[in-house]
């Protein structure tokens, strides 16, 4: 059996680790959507045998939806890209130049589901693999971008944010397995031909749509926990109250026999009914566990509910330090 498929780049949320969890649960479901997509750890990690190959994700970052597209529609070229030494110089005027791409690449690719531009997405996994911490790209620094999308202004003399640079198999941006970064990439490729990517909110796909009449549908519900329960600034795209509209979407299609949702949060954040199953895990921590802030202190309230038409396991504890 091969390696499993991860993301080039870093990425918060650990749930590569709970992966195998949830499609135990789901099983082999026909359908299969996330309107969360993130660094794909779920998708990239189901299992080989399965025969259900609809599959819908959704980001409302256009940087990490353009990089999939680009990843799908061009791995050659989206590594060209990606491919570059740890430079600092480069990180912050790449940073700046991308901050500046955003607004008008959102509405490209929301706009049409063809779109992508792989310069944007090797320079932006580039980025985030040479950068410490959370912050790529987000606009919270000391730069404007002008009407135009062209030019952008350093603000109040303080200059450009200055994060330190991660250095990866000796300078290189990337991260890397054992394998070359083109095969890495025409292997994401691969498993992303037949993977529908859109861009924007949650609800394009998990709204009223021809999605869910599909047949059996597995729902992996991964939104921005509730802002008063973790750290500021770890989302590109944030929302507040995004968790609670999630919650509510559960509860009114948690009774249906054709949906085996997963829904993602803290312990304590949601109320869930008690037909949901309830699964507990720890994540191993990183950047954000580090120090005593909320990061710390919110790795051991991981939680899961389940919903009733998923598959029962009467596992209802996972501790994974240092997995």
């Not at 080039?8 to 680790?17: N, Q």
């Not at 050659?76 to 912050?92: M, Q, R, S």
């Not at 980025?127 to 002008?146: E, K, L, Q, T």
Request: aromatic letters at 12%; charged letters at 25%.
């Amino acid at each position: 059996m091969r390696k499993p498929l991860e993301a080039p780049f870093p990425y918060f949320g650990k749930k590569s680790i709970i992966a195998a969890e949830v499609w135990q649960r789901f099983g082999d479901v026909p359908n299969y959507v996330e309107p969360f997509f993130g660094s794909g750890a779920v998708l990239l990690r189901r299992p080989e045998w399965h025969t259900g190959h609809i599959e819908t994700v959704n980001d409302k970052d256009g940087l990490v939806s353009n990089f999939w597209r680009a990843i799908q529609k061009d791995p050659e070229k989206t590594a060209h890209y990606a491919d570059w030494p740890v430079i600092e110089n480069d990180l912050h005027a790449r940073h700046i130049w991308l901050v500046g791409q955003k607004d008008s690449l959102q509405a490209l690719l929301e706009g049409d589901p063809d779109y992508y531009d792989a310069k944007i997405a090797g320079w932006w996994a580039w980025g985030m693999s040479c950068w410490i911490g959370s912050g790529f790209c987000s606009r919270n620094g000391p730069w404007v971008v002008d009407e135009n999308r062209q030019l952008v202004h350093l603000g109040r003399g303080q200059g450009v944010t200055r994060k330190l640079i991660h250095l990866n198999d000796g300078g290189i941006g990337v991260n890397r397995p054992t394998t070359d970064i083109y095969d890495w990439f025409y292997a994401l490729a691969e498993r992303l031909k037949r993977v529908r990517i859109s861009c924007g909110d949650w609800t394009r796909i998990c709204g009223p749509s021809p999605t869910f009449q599909l047949g059996l549908t597995g729902v992996f519900l991964d939104p921005p926990y509730s802002v008063g329960e973790r750290e500021p600034n770890l989302y590109s795209e944030d929302a507040e109250g995004v968790a609670a509209e999630v919650r509510q979407y559960c509860l009114e299609n948690g009774e249906n026999p054709l949906l085996r949702i997963a829904l993602c949060g803290y312990e304590g954040e949601h109320a869930m009914p008690d037909t949901w199953q309830v699964f507990h895990w720890r994540t191993p921590g990183g950047y954000g566990s580090q120090g005593n802030g909320k990061g710390r202190a919110n790795k051991d309230r991981e939680t899961i509910w389940f919903s009733p038409s998923c598959l029962k396991v009467y596992q209802e504890r996972m501790s994974l330090e240092g997995a």
